[in-house]
C-alpha cells in the first residue's frame, strides 16, 4: 500500500471524528509493521483538521530540470571516475546541485550505480590468469569428443574445516511473515572456535574417502600420502574397473599436495594429475560444489563432540544420488568455458 492510500485513510478517520492515536491502532491492526508512523499520523490529521483537501504531496521548490545541462553531467562523470567512493552528498557540493539531481545523472544519464567490492581469493596476476586459461583449455581439450568417458574418470578431493556450529546468515534466517505478524528477533552469535578437518574425496557417482583430523593436529605430506594409499584401495573396492582405466586426480595446489612424498604416492597409486591452476577454487569441484552445499546444510546445527560433526557429515551425504556428484563433476566444462570467455579472471556465483 502506498502513502497516498494511508493518506486518504488519515483523511476518511479524521473527518469522522478520530483522534491520531486511534487512527493510528486502526492502521497497525489492518497493516501492522507496514503502517506509518504515529507522528506522519498526526501530522496529515492535523493538515485535514485545518481544512486541507489534497493527499498528494505539495509542489517543492527546487532546481528546475535545467540543471541536469551537459556541463553538468560531464563534471559530475569526471568527478566520479577521479575517485568512484564519493558520496552525493559530496558530489551535490562539489556542483552546486541537489542530491536527487545528482542521482538523475547518475542513474539517467552516467547509468552508473554504486556497487560493493566482490571478495576473491586473491587479486590475479596478468601471468595468473593466463595459467588458469592454460590449464582450463587443456581440461576442454581432453574432454572433446569423449566428455562423458573423462568426468567419470575423476576423481576430486580437499579439505575443510566443518565447524561444531555455524550460525544461520540474515538471509537463511528470513521467515515468510504476513503484513500483521511481528518481525522476527534474531541475537547476534558467534561461530564456535571448536572445529575439525575433513578431508573428501569423491568421484562422479559418490565419496570414495572421508578421512577426518583431530584438533590441533597438522597436515603433513606423509598424512596426505597414507590418504592416497586408502584412497586407491577405496577405488579398488567400489568402483570395480575404475583403477584399470585410468583415474584422473584432480585436487589443488595446497602444499601437502605438491609435496615430495605425495607426488610419490600418486605415482605408486598409478594416478594421473589434472593441472589446477593455483588460487583458483572456483574451478575445484569440491569447492564451488560439495563443501558449499555440505556447510549451508549444517549451518544453524550445534555439535558437541568430534563424533557428531562426523556423523552429521556423513549423514549429508547418505541420501545423495549418483547424479547429484555428476553434477558437481560436470559444471567443471561449464566453468572451464567461462574462465576461457573471461580471459582468466574468477567466476561469479
Not at 187 to 206: C, E, L, P, R, Y
Not at 290 to 298: E, G, T, V
Amino acid at each position: 500500500m502506498d502513502k497516498i492510500e494511508y493518506r486518504a485513510v488519515i483523511k476518511f478517520l479524521t473527518i469522522e471524528g478520530r483522534t491520531p492515536s486511534e487512527i493510528k491502532q486502526r492502521l497497525d491492526a489492518v497493516y501492522g509493521q507496514s503502517s506509518p508512523s504515529y507522528s506522519t499520523v498526526k501530522e496529515w490529521a492535523k493538515q485535514f483538521r485545518l481544512g486541507r483537501q489534497s493527499i498528494e504531496d505539495e509542489p517543492r521548490p527546487g532546481r528546475p530540470s535545467k540543471a541536469i545541462t551537459d556541463e553538468n553531467i560531464q563534471f559530475v562523470e569526471e568527478k566520479v571516475l577521479e575517485d568512484r567512493r564519493l558520496k552525493t552528498k559530496e558530489l551535490a557540493a562539489m556542483t552546486g546541485l541537489s542530491k536527487t539531481t545528482v542521482l538523475r545523472i547518475l542513474h539517467e544519464h552516467l547509468g552508473m550505480n554504486k556497487v560493493s567490492a566482490r571478495w576473491v581469493p586473491k587479486l590475479l596476476s596478468a601471468i595468473q590468469k593466463q595459467e588458469r586459461v592454460k590449464c582450463c583449455t587443456q581440461f576442454l581439450s581432453l574432454c572433446e569428443g569423449r566428455q562423458k568417458e573423462v568426468l567419470d574418470s575423476i576423481v576430486t578431493g580437499d579439505e575443510t574445516m566443518v565447524l561444531y556450529y555455524d550460525p544461520l546468515s540474515k538471509r537463511e534466517s528470513m521467515e515468510w511473515r504476513r503484513p500483521s505478524s511481528p518481525r522476527p528477533k534474531k541475537a547476534k552469535v558467534s561461530q564456535s572456535q571448536k572445529k575439525i578437518m575433513a578431508t573428501i574425496f569423491w568421484d562422479s557417482q559418490g565419496i570414495l574417502l572421508a578421512d577426518f583430523k583431530e584438533r590441533n593436529t597438522t597436515i603433513t605430506g606423509e598424512y596426505y600420502a597414507s590418504l592416497l594409499h586408502q584412497l586407491r584401495d577405496a577405488i579398488k573396492e567400489k568402483r570395480r574397473g575404475k583403477l584399470s582405466r585410468g583415474v584422473l586426480l584432480l585436487h589443488d595446489n595446497a602444499p601437502v599436495h605438491t609435496a615430495g612424498v605425495s607426488k610419490t604416492a600418486i605415482k605408486e597409486c598409478g594416478f594421473t594429475e589434472l593441472d589446477h591452476p593455483p588460487y583458483s577454487p572456483d574451478l575445484a569441484p569440491s569447492d564451488y560444489y560439495l563443501f558449499s552445499k555440505l556447510k549451508s546444510d549444517l549451518r544453524g546445527k550445534r555439535f558437541n563432540t568430534d563424533e557428531e560433526v562426523k556423523s552429521a557429515v556423513l549423514a549429508h551425504f547418505e541420501d545423495k544420488t549418483a547424479g547429484y556428484f555428476f553434477k558437481g563433476i560436470e559444471m567443471l566444462v561449464k566453468r572451464c568455458e567461462k574462465c576461457i570467455q573471461i580471459k582468466g579472471d574468477y567466476i561469479e556465483k
